[in-house]
């Protein structure tokens, strides 16, 4: 029969000490003379006042304040150790296993430079191969037995020997396909800081001379000549920085071209030539020089990036062009047998006509003036963008036109 409480009746269980609803001990070892608990009537505890809040608690450090009575409180030998991570739960962070150093992969490296060696002993060898294959010697055989009878064999052919004037014939050929090449400067007369070289070519009516250089001036005259002369003249630097700005030459079936490659910067290539006064065509560019053509009938190329231009009694078609310099044109009365025209980006252009000079004349300026001689009877035109003039010279004739970007124009009697 189970044991009751002898206070409310309430069932007991086996080794109980207190009742679980009264509270009475039930045992005379539970007891031990102390009072019996009271128990409280429901609605007691809130007379007594609002139940204070439970205490706050910190994960990392634990409750704050007091702890209640009743709070539970983990066994000491299970907050010496954890069955996690062997780190208390309370304030401990989680311990965290290092990770072993990465290996280094040194099997790669090897395979690489045992690819390396391996492609350069292959290339090597190849290359001994080749070597070889292009160096040995032929075995030639005289006589091949088939069988009792014997078939001779026709020698191997002997190399020919190399004609002496081979390089001349190359040097022939090159020339005659315009292919430019140095100009044989045996003869050169060296004074100073001075080499001067003279060389003469036979050109017909018909051809055209051209001179395309770096630095240095050109000076070209007509004249009742035959042949094309020319003078050539290295100043500056030492002979052997002379010797290295070399001067080409291309001739074709149309004209010759002289080409002056670059050497040393110290160095100046400069070219006096003497023209027929009838041919065809003249041709001149620099990149930094001075050009002057005088006395010539035929028609003029130039063009100049930095100098000064100057054109004397040429009565032949004219294309000039300068990009920073001054062109000076002067006209004799003889008749002109071509346009003229005379273009400068940043400079000045001065015009000069002799008595009896005819021409249908037009100048403009973008940014500049225009003087014009009274004796022309000519009118100067003011427009939003600079200025121009145009009107007749004598008894008109080809054109004559003159154009300056940045710069002033003067036509002078």
Known sequence: MPELCQNCGAELYEGQQFCRRCGTPVSASAAGGEAPTQLLPEGAQNAQGPEPAPPRVDVATGPVGGQRPTAYHAPASFQQTSPLVGQPFDSRPLAVEPQAPRRRRRGAWLFALLAVFVLGAGLAFGAAFLWWR???????????????????????????EIPADLGDRIKEALKTAGVPLPVDESGAVVSGDTTTLTRTY?????????????KGDVNVTGADVESVVVKIVKKGGSAAERGRAQVLESKTDEGLTLLSAPGAPSVSVSYEVTVPRDLRRLEIETQQGDVRVSGFAGAVVADVRAGDVEFRDV???????????????????????GSQQFSVVKGDIEATFADGASADLKAETLDGDIEVADAFGLRVERAPAGRHVAGRLGEGGEALVFKVTDGDIRLRK
């Open 134 to 160: 292009t160096t040995r010697q032929p075995v030639i055989v005289k006589k091949i037995n088939t069988g009792g009878s014997v078939v001779e064999v026709p020698p191997v052919p002997e190399v020919p």
């Open 202 to 214: 036979e050109l017909d009516g018909d051809s055209s001379f051209g001179v395309h250089m770096i």
């Open 315 to 337: 009565s032949g078609e004219v294309r000039s062009k300068v990009i920073k310099g001054n062109t000076k044109v002067f006209q004799s009365g003889a008749e002109r047998e």
